[in-house]
């Protein structure tokens, strides 16, 4: 009883770590048609970021902000130096996207050292709870919460607002939304510094669990494309849904089966790529 | 830095006088500079330690007015970024391009392994700090030593000390899944399991798993410790999440010698105090060669030395021992490895010498996380004099077992 428990809590925890890290490449990937693979890389610069602010400002949520808005700001300026002139070239734009994270990683390397940074836990959740006879720490029952609180705003975003729309139409037909005045370019930008931005948060979120680290990118980037790609691109839902699938599926996967860590990370995403090749909630067009 | 004339003259004379001691020896020296290859990592997860080496090479240099047995060196660094493919190319560059002599280098297994036949094939005298155990075992390469320790070297003096001196009798053990981590965990299993006790839990997560979540709570807690066989910052992040589970002081651990290193024991606090590991070197040994190391280095760098800036310190004395044995005359290269082997040296870890496979016979110290002067240091609890690879085992019979792996020795008592 015990283990199931706490392995559900577990499984939630990594499933709400991954939709922070998810959510933001399947916005980008959705409208952009861009696997963005600096996400990764802007997830670390989140979670450096994150580590210095609060050795000035003791307080995560302020860190998340802050170090978001910073990353989103590099993202757009990302988006409208670099991508933008590589317009049509999607394979092209992939690749720069490859070496700008590498550059990224160099840069924290030289600017943070080899060594790895804690991001301290906030104090009113360093006490494990006690749940089952087992504890649990609190702040990873925090994460989940934080997750679907952002999960429902994007949904707002998305659903309930007129940029909401845009974005939606972008996503479904790039050309008929630019034909109906839909500035295009414009939400390029917004949506690259979006989903830059919840990279950044996301890595500050998860750093009192991973710390930051030299090679942390590129530990989270396959995490963050099996989830989309299982959930389908461009869909939040699919995020959402893809990443506590992959939260249960992985942990109680190296629980019953250690000896299997990776084959179990992306079964699941083989089975439905086999079966639904645009993912669980893909849209077929 | 802006030069100005009291900068000008300061340096002007400190040239003059670095000429005026080398001059002597630049006479004896037998005509072109020594060609001493670097193979470490500069970019990439690994670039920390690898850094270090290089910071710890060129201020050995440094300190000799970069002159070893009365020839001059050129040191060639190259980086690998932890790859092994890398690692063969630039080790290429750097007998091709550079024409070295002697390499200092790999610092990975796996590029140790990758460049294994090259190495052979060259003829390239090298100083590895990569732990591989076969390289020094059933496989040696005839132009490899290894200053530092195999894999298992140091992890099974730490079992000896756990079963004796701390009573354990149940323990669990979990690492990296490479064969580094395989390897310390397999040799820590046969000396804990050959003195009576028992490994109950034996559990290998992903090298670029970036949470250990679910493994820390699967861990067996009914146990007297876990040995932690981790490498890089890996050791750090568990220690973090164990606390964060609420175990610490429930299950003690204890580590291998990449576990809680001195380069991670600058990022912790509270959390690390009192865990004991074990490695071949403490930045807090108190020898007279260390001291001075270990206060040059801290003045440099603004911490202190850990497993690969000594490792490379330790190299290097190796070498330099080795060369003032045949005179400076390292194009002989068979000369330079049979000096390699023959020599003893004193070094930063204490006295070396070097077994018939080219493997370090050195002490093991066992060490303990305590707070000195506002920062964590690995201070020495136990020193286990002149360890072997082979621990007490006899060469031949251990050498006719298969090499230690995730596998073997087989795991008879698992269980909580």
């Known amino acids: 009883m015990q283990f199931w428990v706490i392995q559900t809590l577990n499984s939630l925890s990594l499933g709400g770590l991954l939709f922070l890290l998810a959510a933001g490449f399947s916005l980008i990937f959705g409208l952009l048609r861009i696997a963005n693979l600096t996400h990764g890389a802007l997830y670390m610069l989140g979670a450096y970021l994150g580590a210095s602010i609060l050795n000035h400002v003791p307080s995560l949520a302020f860190a998340a902000f802050a170090g978001g808005l910073i990353v989103a700001a590099f993202g757009g300026l990302f988006e409208r130096l670099i991508l933008r002139r590589l317009a049509g070239n999607e394979l092209g734009q992939v690749l720069v996207t490859l070496g700008v994270a590498y550059i990224i990683a160099d840069l924290c390397l030289m600017v943070w050292g080899g060594d790895p940074i804690p991001v301290p836990t906030p104090d009113a959740l360093q006490q494990p709870l006690e749940i089952a006879g087992f504890m649990f720490p609190s702040y990873r029952l925090a994460v989940v919460v934080v997750a679907v609180a952002t999960g429902i705003a994007l949904y707002l975003l998305i659903e309930r607002t007129r940029l909401g729309a845009m974005i939606r139409a972008g996503v479904d037909d790039r050309q008929m939304a630019r034909a109906v005045g839909i500035p295009v370019s414009r939400l390029f930008t917004t949506v690259f510094c979006l989903g830059a931005g919840l990279a950044g948060a996301g890595g500050i979120i998860g750093g009192p669990i991973m710390s930051a680290y030299p090679g942390l990118d590129f530990d989270m980037l396959p995490l963050a494309l099996i989830v989309v790609i299982l959930g389908g691109v461009g869909s939040l839902v699919g995020a959402f849904v893809g990443s506590f699938i992959i939260g249960f599926v992985y942990t109680f996967g190296i629980a019953l089966f250690p000896q299997l860590a990776y084959v179990i990370l992306f079964l699941p995403m083989i089975v439905v790529i086999a079966f639904r090749p645009r993912g669980l909630f893909g849209r077929t067009t | ?416």
């Open chain 2, 1 to 416: 830095m802006r030069i100005n004339r009291r900068r000008f003259l300061q340096s002007a004379s400190a040239a003059a006088g670095a000429a005026a001691l080398g001059f002597p020896a630049i006479v004896r020296a037998q005509g072109e500079p020594i060609r001493l290859g670097l193979m470490t990592v500069k970019t990439g997860p690994l670039a920390s330690g690898g850094l270090d080496m290089e910071r710890a090479l060129v201020m050995y240099l440094r300190e000799r007015n970069n002159m070893l047995a009365g020839r001059k060196v050129e040191l060639f660094v190259g980086d690998s970024a932890g790859n092994p493919a890398q690692a063969k190319s630039k080790i290429q560059e750097l007998v091709e391009k550079d024409h070295i002599h002697v390499m200092i280098g790999p610092l990975a297994a796996g590029e140790a392994l990758a460049t294994d036949d090259y190495i052979r094939e060259q003829k390239l005298p090298t100083l590895s700090v990569a732990a591989a155990e076969d390289m020094t075992q059933r496989k040696p390469n005839p132009w490899f030593v290894r200053g530092t320790s195999t894999s298992s070297q140091c992890s099974q003096p730490l079992a000896d000390y756990c079963y004796k001196t701390l009573k354990y009798r149940r323990m669990a053990v979990i690492a990296d899944d490479i064969p580094y981590g395989h390897e310390m965990c397999a040799g820590f299993q046969r000396v804990f399991e050959d003195l009576g006790g028992k490994i109950v839990q034996k559990t290998f997560p992903p090298l670029t798993v970036p949470d250990y979540g679910t493994y820390l709570a699967q861990l067996c807690t009914n146990i007297d410790g876990i040995f932690l066989g981790f490498a890089g910052s890996n050791g750090f992040r568990y220690v973090r999440q164990f606390n964060e589970y609420g175990l610490h002081g429930k299950v003690n651990i204890v580590g291998g010698m990449t576990a809680l290193d001195e380069a991670v024991l600058r990022n912790m606090k509270y959390e690390a105090i009192g865990i004991i590991t074990t490695c071949w070197y403490s930045a807090t040994l108190d020898n007279p060669l260390n001291k001075k190391f270990a206060a040059a280095f801290r003045a440099e760098a603004k911490y202190d030395p850990g497993f690969y800036a000594a490792a490379t310190y330790v190299e290097a004395a190796v070498l330099e021992t080795a060369l003032n044995a045949i005179r400076g005359k390292v194009e002989d290269k068979v000369a330079l490895m049979k000096a390699l082997r023959a020599i003893r040296a004193d070094t930063v870890r204490g006295p070396v010498s070097f077994d018939r496979f080219g493997n370090v016979v050195g002490n093991v110290y066992i060490r303990k996380v305590e707070r000195d002067e506002g920062r964590l240091v690995n201070a020495v609890v136990y020193t286990y004099p002149n360890v072997s690879q082979f621990w007490t085992y006899n060469p031949e019979a251990f050498l006719k077992n298969p090499v230690y792996s995730r596998d073997w020795p087989p795991a008879k008592n698992l269980g909580c």
